[in-house]
């Protein structure tokens, strides 16, 4: 999340016309300033390329190793921000992010 206060946008159900209006207004607003839920999901992470092994890491988290065409292995590694990737297990495999450390260095790029 990017604020500490939670922003909440009423449904249009049951508004007049002028309320509906004023609250799209204040929706397109709200995503301007990027206030709200981020709707990352594993779908999209895994749609991003997989970082390899030796390459270093832009976020400490836990990484799942994935196959060569991107299915998951079962296996987490974690590593800190600004190390290389460990070695995998077999060629063509790579890294994906599944969980951020809750901390300044789980932000990462």
């Known amino acids: 999340m990017c604020s ?3 922003y909440v946008v009423p449904s249009h159900k049951g508004l007049e016309p002028k309320q509906m209006r004023q609250n799209h207004e204040v929706e397109q607003l709200l995503h301007r300033a990027g206030i709200g839920p981020k709707k990352e999901t594993a779908a999209m992470a895994a ?3 997989p970082l390899k092994p030796g390459e270093i890491s832009p976020a400490s988290a836990q990484y ?3 196959g060569p065409r991107g299915g998951d292995t079962g296996k987490e590694v974690t590593v800190p921000k600004g190390r290389p990737m460990p070695p995998t297990p077999k060629p063509r495999m790579g890294y994906v992010i599944n969980d951020r450390t ?3 260095s789980g932000r990462g790029k």
């Open 64 to 66: 799942g190793v994935v």
């Open 47 to 49: 749609n991003s390329e």
């Open 102 to 104: 809750r901390n300044d």
């Open 4 to 6: 500490a206060r939670a």
